[in-house]
T-cell receptor
Framework: RKEVEQDPGPFNVPEGATVAFNCTYSNSASQSFFWYRQDCRKEPKLLMSVYSSGNEDGRFTAQLNRASQYISLLIRDSKLSDSATYLCVVKVYNQGGKLIFGQGTELSVKP | DARVTQTPRHKVTEMGQEVTMRCQPILGHNTVFWYRQTMMQGLELLAYFRNRAPLDDSGMPKDRFSAEMPDATLATLKIQPSEPRDSAVYFC?????????????FGPGTRLTVL
């Protein structure tokens, strides 16, 4: 079983739709949580960190449930430019900044 | 706009050949990571360095892979001899442990094909 699991998708949604991605992690010592975005044939880039109280950045909302070891990302009013792969990432306590990446969830937003 | 650079961007080689990939981390970043990405396995951490010292290379096949940081501005990943199963995109990332965000910034990757 992978340490970080995501639904690989693809999620095909129309412009303007709301879409949610889920992620579970297995290591209870996981300390920090992130969502990265990766465009086709490009490098991953940090989209947002995920805080215990939940946080929002424009159309993007991230939630964390430590008890269930579950992270989510909600995208509202999706745009064509949101099409990418979204990677759920955890950092485990005391492993020197090492990040564990999920396989990624592919999103395709159609006109 | 500071960014991580990697060379070469693309490499095609034959099985058995030596491959060297280079990475220049963002100036001032003291932690450098090497990742490999394939369709099957996703992003896997191969090795990382802090202040040029190797901290963890448990993700790297030791018999053929080696990673070094000859100085603070250069990290190298070498495969010798290369095999077709090494075909992947190899990313370098850097971060600064001195900041509260500790964000990793990725380079554009080296796309390696071993025939």
């Amino acid at each position: 079983r992978k340490e970080v699991e995501q639904d690989p998708g693809p999620f095909n949604v129309p412009e303007g739709a709301t879409v949610a991605f889920n992620c579970t992690y297995s290591n209870s010592a996981s300390q920090s949580f992130f969502w990265y975005r990766q465009d086709c044939r490009k490098e991953p880039k940090l989209l947002m960190s995920v805080y215990s109280s939940g946080n929002e950045d424009g159309r993007f909302t991230a939630q964390l449930n430590r008890a269930s070891q579950y992270i989510s990302l909600l995208i509202r009013d999706s745009k064509l430019s949101d099409s990418a792969t979204y990677l759920c990432v955890v950092k485990v306590y005391n492993q020197g900044g090492k990040l564990i990446f999920g396989q990624g969830t592919e999103l395709s937003v159609k006109p | 706009d500071a960014r991580v650079t990697q060379t070469p961007r693309h490499k095609v080689t034959e099985m058995g050949q030596e491959v060297t990939m280079r990475c220049q981390p963002i100036l001032g970043h003291n932690t450098v990571f090497w990742y490999r990405q394939t369709m099957m396995q996703g992003l896997e951490l191969l090795a990382y360095f802090r202040n040029r010292a190797p901290l963890d290379d448990s993700g790297m096949p030791k018999d053929r892979f080696s990673a070094e940081m000859p100085d603070a501005t250069l990290a190298t990943l070498k495969i010798q001899p290369s095999e077709p199963r090494d075909s992947a995109v190899y990313f370098c990332a850097s971060s600064s442990r001195d900041t509260s965000t500790d964000t990793q910034y990725f380079g554009p990757g080296t796309r390696l094909t071993v025939l």
